[in-house]
C-alpha cells in the first residue's frame, strides 16, 4: 500500500478550486483505470482553513452536481457518483463519503 503526502497551500478559494479540480481529473482517470479501488482523502487543518471548500470543488469536480454540505454534524455525508468508463461502454458507479471528524477527540 502507497502513502504519498502533498502540503499545498492554497491562498484564495479560487487557488482552492483550481487544485481540487486538478485531483478530481486525476481521480476520475484513476479509477477508470482502477475500477475496484478504494481510495482515501485526509485533510487536515485548523477550522476556516478550507477542508470542506476544498471537498466541495473535489466531489463536483468528480461529477456530482447536488449541494456538497459540511458534514460537521451528520459526520458523514454520502455523495453517489457516476464516472465514465470508456472501457464499459458507459459509466461506472461509486460514492464519495464525506467525513467530519474535526470535533472528535478519541474514539
Same mark, same amino acid.
Given at each position: 500500500?502507497?502513502q504519498?503526502s502533498l502540503i499545498q497551500h492554497?491562498?484564495?478559494?479560487?487557488?482552492t478550486a483550481?487544485?481540487?479540480?486538478k485531483?478530481? !481529473?486525476?481521480?476520475?482517470?484513476?479509477f477508470?483505470?482502477? =475500477?475496484?479501488?478504494?481510495l +482515501?482523502?485526509? &485533510?487536515? @487543518?485548523?477550522?476556516?482553513?478550507?477542508?470542506t471548500?476544498?471537498?466541495?470543488y473535489?466531489i463536483?469536480?468528480l461529477?456530482?452536481?447536488?449541494?456538497?454540505? !459540511?458534514?460537521?454534524y451528520?459526520?458523514c455525508e454520502p455523495? =453517489?457518483?457516476?464516472?465514465? +468508463?470508456a472501457? &464499459?461502454? @458507459?459509466s461506472?458507479s461509486?460514492?464519495?463519503?464525506?467525513f467530519d471528524?474535526?470535533?472528535?477527540r478519541?474514539?
Amino acid at each position: 500500500m502507497t502513502q504519498d503526502s502533498l502540503i499545498q497551500h492554497c491562498r484564495q478559494e479560487a487557488q482552492t478550486a483550481a487544485l481540487a479540480e486538478k485531483l478530481a !481529473s486525476s481521480l476520475r482517470h484513476y479509477f477508470q483505470s482502477n =475500477p475496484c479501488s478504494h481510495l +482515501n482523502i485526509s &485533510l487536515e @487543518g485548523d477550522l476556516g482553513a478550507g477542508k470542506t471548500t476544498f471537498a466541495r470543488y473535489l466531489i463536483q469536480g468528480l461529477g456530482y452536481d447536488g449541494r456538497v454540505k !459540511s458534514p460537521t454534524y451528520t459526520l458523514c455525508e454520502p455523495y =453517489p457518483l457516476e464516472i465514465p +468508463n470508456a472501457d &464499459l461502454a @458507459g459509466s461506472m458507479s461509486i460514492t464519495a463519503h464525506h467525513f467530519d471528524l474535526y470535533r472528535m477527540r478519541d474514539p
